[in-house]
């Protein structure tokens, strides 16, 4: 029967004999297991890794959006690289200083922006190129910040537009403010010259005027007296900071005449305007840069007591305004003069005392320059007093 149906009979053997199951080795094991064990690292990983790169993403696009909405905006004609160059050019700048790092940053800035097709004399570019020079200032390069400036200005003024000519303005200061910082104080007052100049004169026809003026005309010099003071119209922050500037710069040819005349115009000025300028600019600050720098010109004539009855009158309006930048930084300035006044008349207990809080103020404002100059005096001073004492054991 079971011949007949040869599949039983096969079933039935199978029943009898069953075949010998190999048994899996040690290795196998281990290997199907380590199979397992890689699958389950890579898969956690995997996703580990997918939720980290997420979390930085999320955590880069948030710390751009609070720089953009918050602290620094950009602007929208540009593209989305050339406005994440321009926010970690920021962070470079205000955040975590690093200028050759903000420099890399805003050339690539200027780069996108030219691959959009925005031109030389665009305000987009003309606000990178200004930054640019500003961050050559504070590495110390003060030849290319210059250069930087120059150009600037050459292609406001070819422009040809209105809008250009505040800016201008603001430019040449600038310039004229470097040459003073390199003892260049010649052609200094030339572009502190044009520049009021063109806060006063005939617009339209200093507009035409070549961009290289200062360079054309070498010889020339502005008419110091009090009309200085009666073309500008309103009083305006731009004519209060080239004349200033220029002031300062008498004040350190030892032209004290010129000086004390353009200083007591600006205070004047500044005590005399109406309510409504008060808006927008912190005046008391200017008031008391002004008796400061005042103080100074009359330390300069040998007026000792009439110096330091200005300086008083200045630190303690600067004092009333702290929380103020300008005020902050007039405040430190001030004290540090005084502390060199005090250094000279031997009283080196004051001296200090008067640097501590110069630094202070000069922290407060964010005055790195003014930080650095009051440490380094007050280093000088300090070990100067411990060899006296030292001398004297």
């Not at 075949?19 to 899996?24: A, E, F, W």
């Not at 006044?341 to 809080?357: M, P, R, W």
Request: one cysteine or more.
């Amino acid at each position: 029967m079971l011949h007949q149906y040869p599949f039983l009979q096969f079933r039935r053997q199978m029943r009898l004999n069953p075949p010998i199951l190999r048994k899996d080795s040690a290795f196998d094991i281990t290997l199907r297991n380590a199979k397992s064990s890689i699958y389950v690292f890579l898969k956690y990983f995997l996703i580990g890794l997918v939720v980290i790169t997420c979390s930085f993403y999320i955590a880069y696009r948030g710390f751009h959006f609070y720089i953009e909405h918050y602290l620094h905006p950009t602007p929208k004609v540009l593209s989305t690289k050339a406005r994440d160059c321009l926010r970690g050019a920021y962070f470079r700048e205000e955040m975590v200083p690093d200028s050759s790092r903000a420099e890399v940053f805003l050339m690539r800035a200027m780069e996108f922006a030219f691959e959009q097709g925005l031109g030389v004399d665009d305000p987009v570019i003309i606000d990178i190129w200004l930054r640019l020079a500003y961050n050559h200032i504070w590495s110390g390069k003060l030849d290319e910040a210059i250069s930087v400036y120059r150009s600037v200005l050459e292609k406001l003024m070819k422009s040809g537009k209105e809008e250009n000519l505040k800016r201008s303005i603001n430019v040449a200061k600038k310039i004229g403010d470097l040459y003073i910082r390199m003892q260049e104080l010649d052609i200094a007052e030339k572009y502190l010259n044009w520049a009021i100049e063109m806060l006063q004169g005939d617009r339209d026809q200093l507009i035409k005027r070549s961009p290289n003026f200062v360079d054309e005309h070498p010889a020339r010099s502005l008419t110091i007296t009090n009309k200085i003071f009666e073309g500008s119209g309103s009083i305006n922050k731009e004519l209060v900071g080239c004349v200033d500037s220029l002031a300062g710069l008498y004040a350190q040819q030892k032209k004290h005449d010129l000086a004390l005349l353009l200083y007591l115009g600006m205070l004047k000025m500044i005590q005399s305007r109406p309510k409504e300028s008060q808006e927008g600019t912190h005046w008391n600050c200017w008031e008391a840069i002004i008796m400061g720098h005042l103080g100074e010109v009359f330390y300069g004539l040998g007026k000792r007591e009439e110096a330091l009855g200005w300086m008083q009158q200045g630190l303690n309006m600067a004092r009333d305004g702290s929380g103020i930048r300008d005020c902050d930084e007039c405040a430190g300035m001030i004290l540090y003069n005084l502390g060199i006044i005090y250094e000279k008349d031997g009283k080196t207990k004051v001296a200090i005392s008067l640097l501590d809080q110069a630094i202070e103020f000069a922290e407060k404002a964010q005055d790195l320059k003014g930080i650095d100059d009051y440490t380094t005096k007050l280093i000088r001073l300090t070990s100067q007093q411990s060899d006296e004492i030292n001398e004297e054991i």
